[in-house]
């Protein structure tokens, strides 16, 4: 939520100056502050007492601590202030405790205070220059977010050849075109060697291709680490069940640990399934009704399937928005992904801007849908859209994956005209139906 509310008023004001009519009424810039305690209110300001409240109202326990395991059911909490106490579970233990940023063995970076994910997204200051090491969500979206509140230089640093990099190729560039003409630096292929804050409170990056060539310096106020995350399980006590400590764990479709006997399940992040918010919390109602069935069976002599419950979007639809601008979103395999998987597919391509609708969205839209179509099956398997406004797409794309509606019956799914909508019966007509 943080990232979000950072990049929505960036949004709204690139809107406004889209739209011919809308764009006269716009006078000033971004005010900074203001996105910055807009930012503050959906996090609660830092506080967790809605979401206690919440617990309270679902008559669930609170122990505050650092809870580690301690053996099998057995979960010691020590509070910060007050005598350790242990919780014994008759059935189950979750364990949910996500993932943290993952910090590259870079010379000089431990002590260059440089930011992460969580300093990034709560920070309350604007850096001027602005330097970021990574190319994926992270990277692209905080480097949106804070040339559009007003960092006079910001620079990404990638060691891949193109930013994100887990999406089809056009996303990617898309994002690049657009970055360039707002005047975000990407500079591909290169590796960082060192990083040093001088007592002044610069910072700089040694910089160089990946053979060591081009050497350059990089001077910036305020740098991020965004290369990756790593799970938090190094000391919640993996080692008293056998498993071990900082490692990801590995999981059944019902979230049960493997390895780790009948009553150990693993929700979120650090599961490494899928390390998006809204598949972490599908993955916990999976993982509680799965528990539920168990114990039912236990309890009746009835053995409820528990795959009924089962986290099967994991695998082949998992949806995901980036929210830069154009915003990006996809759902299921690139067509990269689809061809090493063995499937046999074709690819459909549109110009967004082409459909009615877009234009009304805004003035020369631009943006681009791809459909990746099981031939065998005639069944769509991925998804992607790039555009102004194509989060709002995925969730249809989404149904379309999950449901495994063939073609010729999700012709008959008519979307309204004028909405940008439309493009799902022009990539339909695309493909021959």
């Not at 431990?110 to 920070?123: D, F, K, L, P, V």
């Not at 009704?289 to 409820?304: F, H, K, N, Y």
Request: with cysteine; glycine share 10%; charged share 25%.
């Amino acid at each position: 939520m943080p990232s979000k509310a950072l990049l929505r008023s960036g949004q709204a004001l690139r809107a406004a100056l889209g739209v011919d009519g809308a764009k006269q009424a716009v006078t000033g810039t971004i005010d900074s502050a203001a996105v910055l305690r807009r930012r503050d209110s959906f996090t609660s300001h830092w506080k967790d007492d809605g979401q206690v409240r919440w617990l309270e109202r679902q008559h669930i326990d609170l122990a505050r601590g650092k809870g580690r395991l301690a053996g099998e059911r057995r979960v010691t909490v020590t509070p910060q202030d007050g005598p350790e106490f242990t919780l014994s579970a008759r059935h189950a233990v979750a364990v949910c405790t996500g993932s943290r940023a993952s910090i590259p063995p870079i010379p000089g970076i431990e002590s260059a205070q440089a930011w992460t994910s969580r300093e990034a997204t709560s920070a309350q200051a604007v850096p001027r220059r602005f330097v970021i090491i990574g190319g994926g969500v992270v990277a692209c979206e905080m480097a949106d977010a804070w040339r559009t509140l007003g960092s006079e230089e910001v620079t990404l640093v990638v060691r891949e050849d193109r930013i994100l990099g887990n999406t089809e190729d056009f996303a990617g560039e898309a994002v690049r075109a657009s970055f360039e003409q707002r005047g975000i630096s990407v500079l591909f292929k290169k590796r960082t060697d060192r990083v040093t804050r001088a007592a002044s409170g610069e910072v700089s990056l040694d910089v160089a291709d990946l053979d060591g060539s081009n050497q350059m310096t990089i001077i910036g106020d305020q740098l991020l680490v965004a290369t990756g995350r790593a799970p938090r399980t190094d000391e919640i006590g993996l080692d008293t069940v056998g498993l071990r400590p900082g490692a990801w764990l590995s999981v059944d479709d019902s979230c049960r640990v493997e390895g780790g006997g009948d009553w150990l399940y693993a929700a979120g992040d650090l599961n490494h399934r899928a390390l998006l918010t809204h598949m972490g919390k599908y993955q916990a109602r999976a993982c509680g009704d799965a528990i539920v069935a168990r114990v039912r069976g236990e309890l009746t002599g009835d053995p409820s399937p528990w795959s009924a419950y089962a986290a099967t979007a994991d695998h082949a639809a998992v949806p995901q928005v980036v929210f830069t601008d154009p915003e990006v979103s996809a759902v299921g395999l690139t067509h990269a992904g689809a061809v090493a998987a063995g499937l046999r597919v074709r690819a459909v391509d549109y110009e967004i801007g082409d459909v009615s609708g877009a234009g009304l969205i805004a003035d020369g839209y631009t943006g681009h849908a791809r459909m990746i179509v099981d031939e065998d099956r005639k069944v769509i398997v991925g998804m992607t859209f790039t555009g102004p406004g194509v989060g709002d797409l995925i969730h249809a794309a989404t149904v379309a994956v999950v449901g495994e509606v063939p073609l010729d019956r999700l012709w008959h799914a008519v979307p309204s005209y004028p909405t940008v909508s439309e493009i799902w019966l022009r990539l339909l007509e695309t493909y021959g139906l």
